[in-house]
């Protein structure tokens, strides 16, 4: 018996190793996933593969909107190969274009070294290792810019690495708190779907039930004194609305809606209580925030805080507000699968066998939406970075010192129509929003793929 | 079908309370009001700025403050723009409208282009046309639409410096010389303005689009009904067009009320981008100055409009689908 299931093991496929097999040939997918590879590396050793640090400029010379610098490969003049240099660059008013423009001085060339160490700029790694080696440097007076510069002269190449950090980061932090939110109350949602709880007393109906124990009378009392509470607030709020009203019509009005709110907390206080399925009112809740356009929601939370706020924070409060934006969709789906799932034979089995909520929740349920839950996830990344660049990009998201990929963006259109046609490299960042959304897209659909039976190749 | 409409619009009373509730809550979360910035102005006593708390119903508690709201709402009142000095509704119905004006426009085009693509790229599975949709799908789904709009932006200025033409306007809702123009004139003259913002606005709904309708297609080929067309010798064209496309579209024309709430926001960071004059621009603005009933009567009505979006939706998918029979 446990030798055949042993070789019957050896046999067979584990799920993972076949999702794993059909997600390799998904050529698309592998792809997506060696690009997203590449941009967590640089985002994780951002330090090291930065020229400069991100926030690194001077003031005499100035830097400010050089173009990526040139980097020779032969000498100019002789036309002779050579290992890679740079020249040092020299700001230079143009009388014909009234622009500042760039001139290289040819008299010196500077190498560009590989694994520099560069003791004045020292990084810091995960906020733990501290190092100052970097992949390229090229010694001072020269710079190297290879995506040019910004306003202050400061390297954009760095700021898109650093800004990497953070735009690649809140991707996924917004999505996990947002599949938390939706999970639990999808999960709540579908599983307790039909149990209606009471949210009122209701003593007539009680008190010709059965048996009823000391806590039944406890939180009996507490309900009628909490909706006790809520009559007395509809009778203030009536006269308070009468007396702000300016005519007769409109007082008799507010006396008629009044009473007829008291009518009916006192018949859910004495007559039959206010049953609520916890299903409904999640429902409800996830269709009230669905209703309001997603960017106005959006802007609007945001303005519930001060804009000017410590940058940690606001890193925060944009990811919990993405996650919050979020989590409808996903607890949606989930209460549609918790649904089904529950109405399955081994779920009702283990039900009877008398295993807890929990116990089916965790064991049973839940193991059996992770295929979806990984797939969604993915898919749902892309969306949150493009709503962190976007809400970057209108000035409410990340603020300075910290940068991201919308920010770069905003500061490249802050100029005006006008300020990019001159310098187009300040539209890079953009370049990798597109990278990081198109890669978790592939990535996306390459899980999708491999998690269903009808696609397996 | 009446008594469906009817319970449709009861059904949403409820929804579009909570939503107004809710926008009421997050306002007043937010700290200070309008007046708090005029508290630091030397020309306002104290005594000034507390005559108009009262006089604007500032200092009611905020559950007051949302029911005379609510009242005034009925009777067509949305409040009085402390920045503006004028009522919300003069100031912000211009605005939607012109926002309507691109999310109608951008519609159009998804109609346009997806419903096409989708059944190209269907009919011709895995061929190099149907891979380059494919491929074309992907891209316009990655690219951020402000980032587009940068990008457009950027080669019609190119295009302006080295050959002097401009096909389209860089930005902005209306050219120069509007005032001067016949009526015909000015629509054209807005549509002409509107064409790349609503194009950038629906690249990424259009990829999406194309790709459920190429899904939706191959379903419905591989149907048996299809299968039993071609078998008695219908032409091509009129299997794919009278048996398969009417039904892989149904699906199609539900999806549209979903897609609204994204096609407004997508629209408002182009509005921004291309200095388009709608909700969006005006939105931040009124957030920065804590006007709140202009952001509460941007949220109400865009709220509104969705939900009458929606109902329209089911409408249309009754009347399409024969099966839908609501009673």
Known sequence: ????????????????????????????????????????????????????????????????????????????????????????????????????????????????????????????????????????????????????????????????????????????????????????????????????????????????????????????????????????????????????????????????????????????????????????????????????????????????????????????????????????????????QVLSLREQDYVVAAKAQGASDLRVIIRHILPATASYVIVVLSLSIPGFILGESGLSFLGLGITEPYTSWGLLLKSAQDGGFASFTNRPWVLIPGVFIFLAILSWNFMGDGLRDAFDPRKRR | MTAYLLRRIIQIIPTFIGATLLAFIIIQLSPGDFLTQLELDPKFTPETIARFRQQFGLSEPIWLQYLIWMKNLITGNLGYSFAYQAPVLEIIWPRILNSLVLVGLATVFLYLVAIPAGVFGATRQYTLGDQVVSFFSYIGLAVPSFFFALIIIFVLLQLKFHFQVLPFPIGGMTSSNYDSLTAWGKVGNVLWHAVLPAFVIVTADIAGLARVMRGQMLEVLSQDFVRTARSKGLADRKVIYKHAFRNAIIPFIATIGGLLPGLIGGAGLVEVVMNWPGITPLLLDAVGQKDIYVIVGFLTLTTGLLMIGNVLGDLLLAVVDPRIRYN
Do not use: C
Request: charged share 15%; net charge positive; aromatic share 14%.
């Open chain 1, 1 to 336: 018996m446990v030798r055949s299931a042993q070789a019957g093991a050896s046999r067979s496929k584990s799920q993972g190793r076949i999702v794993w097999e059909q997600f390799r040939k998904h050529r698309l997918a592998v792809i997506g996933a060696a690009i997203l590879a590449v941009l967590y590396l640089l985002a994780a050793f951002a330090g090291f593969f930065s020229v400069y640090t991100p926030d690194y400029y001077t003031l005499s010379p100035s830097y400010s909107y050089a173009p990526p610098t040139h980097v020779y490969w032969r000498d100019p003049q002789t036309g002779a190969w050579s290992r890679p240099f740079v020249y040092a660059i020299n700001r230079q008013f143009d009388l014909n274009t009234l622009q500042n423009a760039y001139v290289e001085d040819r008299s010196t060339k500077y190498p560009i070294r590989f694994l520099v160490r560069t003791p004045e700029h020292p990084y810091s790694l995960f906020k733990i290792f501290h190092s100052d080696l970097r992949l390229l440097g090229v010694a001072a007076p020269a710079r190297l810019f290879l995506m040019g510069s910004d306003n202050f002269g400061r390297d954009l190449w760095s700021r898109v690495v650093y800004g990497g950090q953070v735009s690649l980061t809140i991707g996924i932090l917004s999505a996990a708190i947002s599949f938390v939110l939706g999970l639990l109350l999808g999960g709540v949602s579908g599983f307790y779907q039909g149990t209606r709880l009471s949210l009122s007393p209701g003593w007539y109906t009680w008190l010709l039930e059965g048996t009823k124990g000391a806590g039944g009378w406890l939180v009996m009392l507490a309900l009628s004194l909490a909706w006790g509470i809520v009559g007395v607030a509809v009778v203030r709020a009536t006269l308070e609305l009468v007396r702000l009203s300016t005519n007769g019509l409109e007082r008799v009005i507010w006396i008629i809606l009044g009473l007829l709110a008291l009518a009916l907390v006192l018949r859910i206080v004495l007559w039959r209580p206010l049953k609520i399925d916890p299903d409904d009112l999640i429902m409800r809740l996830v269709e009230i925030i669905g209703a309001i356009p997603t960017l106005f929601l959006l802007i609007s939370l945001r303005a519930v805080f001060p804009l000017t706020l410590s940058p940690l924070f606001v890193f925060y409060l944009v990811v919990g507000l993405l996650g919050f934006i979020g989590w409808g969709g996903i607890a949606r789906n989930i209460r549609g």
